[in-house]
């Protein structure tokens, strides 16, 4: 467990992944519209998932957050690129986003809990974001650094790729997976806390 303090006090946060499966993105969607459902069925996973927990009187956490990001195909808006499912397929979507710019959409929801049931903020949102034309030097050098594992679209804006991408448009944070609105939104309610 990581312990961060947040505005003057000493919040305990961890992280773990949700039992359920998740679902393939649905295709024939825009690519917002595609976050928008695997975040719902993240929330409906969460939901039942903690539920279950509250009913063996296992003690869950005041804030439940769930999150999916996709890299929207630069020419088309319905395509999204998920996450490389090896090396070949992370060097094909880094070729694809090379030398030019793409949106990426980052759905984030914070479950809570009280008396009269679950409360649920989400929101999806999307940055664009610009990235240099990539020598085969440069993607050799992505890949090797393994920054593109479990990343959409294949890179981390955070990582190695930061040297050769920028937002252009949006927040950072969205690029980094996270739904800005929703961030500011958890930061209230944690100082709300005594």
Not at 4 to 27: D, R, W
Not at 115 to 141: C, F, H, M, Q, R
Not at 145 to 154: D, E, H, I, L, R
Not at 165 to 184: H, K, M, Q, T, Y
Request: some cysteine; charged content about 20%.
């Amino acid at each position: 467990m990581l312990k961060k303090a947040l505005l003057g006090q000493c919040v305990s946060i961890s992280a773990s992944p949700l039992v359920s499966p998740e679902i393939t993105p649905p295709t024939g969607l825009d690519v917002g519209e595609q976050v928008a459902a695997v975040l719902a069925n993240k929330i409906q996973s969460a939901k039942v998932e903690f539920s279950l927990q509250l009913e063996s009187e296992n003690i869950i956490p005041d804030f439940i957050i769930v999150a999916d990001t996709l890299v929207e195909d630069p020419e088309d808006f319905k395509i999204s690129l998920g996450q490389p499912n090896d090396r070949n397929s992370g060097a094909v979507m880094l070729l694809r986003l090379s030398g030019g710019c793409h949106n990426v959409w980052s759905g984030t929801a914070v479950l809570s809990r009280d008396e009269s049931g679950w409360k649920i903020i989400s929101n999806v949102e999307y940055a664009t974001v610009e990235i240099d034309d990539l020598s085969p030097e440069i993607i050799i050098e992505l890949l090797e650094s393994n920054s593109w594992v479990g990343k959409a679209g294949g890179y981390d804006l955070a990582g190695e790729m930061g040297n050769y991408a920028r937002v252009i448009s949006g927040d950072e944070n969205c690029v980094l997976g996270f739904s800005p609105l929703i961030i500011e939104h958890l930061i209230k309610q944690i100082s709300q806390f005594d």
